[in-house]
């Protein structure tokens, strides 16, 4: 039996030294064939090779063969890559419109409390100059990269104010000096209570330090009365795999297994647990998911349906199950490499099974059951994997027009609200706030030009261009010309009739220039009957 035993481990290792000497070989072989190429290329190619072009594009279509995460980041694109991964940069805190290039920058929106906040700066001011230099000419990322700096350093902008100030009059055009600061976008966008029972977290993303500020709101919100959570993680694209552990840590007992990763390497294999005492593991929880929730918003809403510590409701989640690492490359380059996929406490992957053929919001497509295989909560029931986190209640939110979604998209609704805050010098509180003005909206939306199309009249033209190229319209043209005149629609009729969808988008535009994003939250909340339906649904854990 000893004899047997080390024959087979003999032809083992032969087997897997032959695998590797293979993949080996074959690593070598387009290495050679790839420098052939350049070499060839080199002496031969009729014009001067754009060097730098080239081999950044042939990266880029390296790591996109393997995964959609796997990304090559240069020394030039760090800042931009830091900021992605801590949500901070140096600035002064206000989001520009810039809509005309030889115009001048308009503050959209200041953040809170930021330094563009605290010097002044209000939506609608014109900023004509940034560190004396003319803003006329300069394109809008451009203009960023001017007012963006090290933290604790100046910038001096040339402001014409939108209204009158204590020293200056609507029109002026003054001098304003603005300390720039580390700015981090909030992770944590609204804490509150949406009744006497219920609280309510809106998290946008996983970084730094944010599982402390879950923690921090969880206190806030039971001294106010709360009997139960929500915890929204709609589009909530994930972040630090620590910081999910960290949520899930409040509401599971101690040394309880939340995510495991498992990569090609036993290196790559780890376990992570709860290491703390939680805050309360009684208290009933609602987590809101949809198609945009993915990683670290999947490992939390895996981890308490798993453990039959939440009830999940919404659509089913992105699908996205991958690790990744950060690995240093030469020239101060970063390469993001996945390294493992993790595995929530039943041992479901909720990567989808195929990365790259996804729905046109990049959430998972059907996939039969067939193809999946069924886990067990701790309560016994069935959980499967496959893609993304299947919600305990499946709840859609509202579905917009066409229309609506091109009058967001190609800034219409931003517009008007610049246009309404330069007519306003103020609007009530937000609970109260109601936008009445909507035939104004309507005549000033109705000037612009935007695809105004409805979803039926756009497969309409699509249709008949195709018939078009078959050599068939000519033959079906009465019937055609009919079919268009029934979808016929003039832009102000269209508008009018999407009154009631239009609408909140319009009201969340303008309390946020009043009142900041906190207040564009609540104006959510107040249309919000996605979480309203699934409050309603019985709990599937208590």
């Known amino acids: 039996m000893k004899r047997i035993l080390l024959i087979a481990a003999a032809v083992a290792a032969l087997t897997t030294n032959a695998a590797a000497q293979s993949r080996n070989f074959t ?36 790591l996109e063969s393997l995964d ?24 002064i805190g206000a989001i520009i419109y810039k809509p005309d290039i030889n115009g001048n920058v308009i503050i959209n929106e200041p953040y809170a409390n ?55 009059k609507a029109g002026e055009s003054i001098d304003v000096t603005v300390h720039r600061e580390r700015i981090v976008l909030p992770s944590v ?18 970084t730094d330090g944010v599982g402390q ?9 039971k001294e106010q009365g709360m009997q139960r959570l929500v915890l929204d993680l709609r589009g909530n694209g994930g972040g630090l795999m620590g910081e999910a552990v960290d949520i899930v840590s409040l509401f599971v007992p101690k040394g309880s297994l939340v995510v495991s990763a498992r990569g090609r390497s036993n290196s790559s294999d780890m376990n992570y647990y709860t290491t703390v005492e939680p805050v309360d593991t009684q208290i009933p929880i609602l987590v809101m998911v949809d198609s945009g929730s993915a990683s670290a918003s999947e490992i939390v809403s895996g981890a308490l349906q798993d453990y039959d510590r939440a009830t999940i409701a919404g659509t089913r989640t992105y699908g996205k199950g991958l690790v990744q690492s950060i690995r240093p490359l030469p020239y101060d380059g970063q390469l993001k490499v996945t390294t493992a996929k993790y595995y929530t406490p039943s041992g479901r992957c909720v990567q989808a099974i195929d990365y790259f053929h996804r729905n046109q919001d990049g959430s998972v497509g059907h996939i039969p059951d067939s193809l999946t295989s069924a886990y067990q909560t701790a309560h016994g029931r069935t959980v499967r994997d496959g893609g993304g986190i299947t919600p305990d209640y499946e709840v859609h939110g509202r579905k917009y027009s066409r229309l609506t979604y091109s009058l967001v998209m190609n800034g219409i609704v931003e517009q008007y609200t610049l246009k309404y805050v330069r007519e306003h010098q103020s609007i009530p509180p937000v609970a109260d706030f109601r936008f009445a003005d909507f035939d104004d909206f309507v005549a000033f939306a109705k000037d612009k030009e935007f695809d105004y199309r409805s979803s039926a009249r756009a497969y309409f033209d699509e249709m008949r261009k195709t018939l078009e190229e078959d050599g068939l319209s000519q033959a079906m043209a009465p019937q055609l010309d009919a079919m268009q005149k029934a979808l016929e629609m003039d832009k102000e009729t269209f508008l009018r009739l999407k009154k009631d969808e239009i609408i909140p988008f319009i009201e969340e535009e303008i309390v946020v220039r009043y009142y900041f994003q906190k207040a564009g939250v609540e104006v959510r909340l107040r249309y919000d009957d996605q979480l309203r339906e699934s409050l309603a649904k019985p709990a599937v854990t208590w």
């Not at 072989?29 to 080239?54: F, G």
């Not at 980041?73 to 600035?91: A, C, I, K, R």
């Not at 939506?123 to 203009?143: F, K, N, R, V, Y």
Request: glycine share 10%; proline share 4%; with cysteine.
């Open 189 to 206: 966008e609204y804490v509150g209570m949406l009744n006497e029972a219920d609280g309510y977290i809106l998290l946008s993303k996983f």
């Open 114 to 168: 930021s330094p563009a906040a605290r010097a002044g700066l209000q939506c609608g001011d014109e900023i004509e100059a940034i560190g004396g230099e003319s803003t006329h000419g300069l394109e809008s990322g451009q203009a960023t990269e001017k007012m963006r700096g090290k933290p604790g350093t100046d910038v001096v902008f040339r402001v014409k104010k939108l209204r009158d100030g204590a020293s200056w």
């Open 213 to 221: 500020e879950i923690r921090n709101a969880y206190f806030q919100l």
């Open 68 to 91: 959609p995460y796997t990304v090559y980041v240069p020394e030039e694109e760090q800042e931009d890559f830091q900021m992605m991964l801590t949500s901070s940069y140096g600035g």
């Open 27 to 62: 690593m070598g072989k387009w290495v050679e064939v790839q420098n052939a190429i350049r070499k060839e290329l080199s002496r031969s190619y009729v014009d001067t090779l754009p060097v730098s072009r080239m081999e950044r594009a042939a990266v880029d279509a390296l």
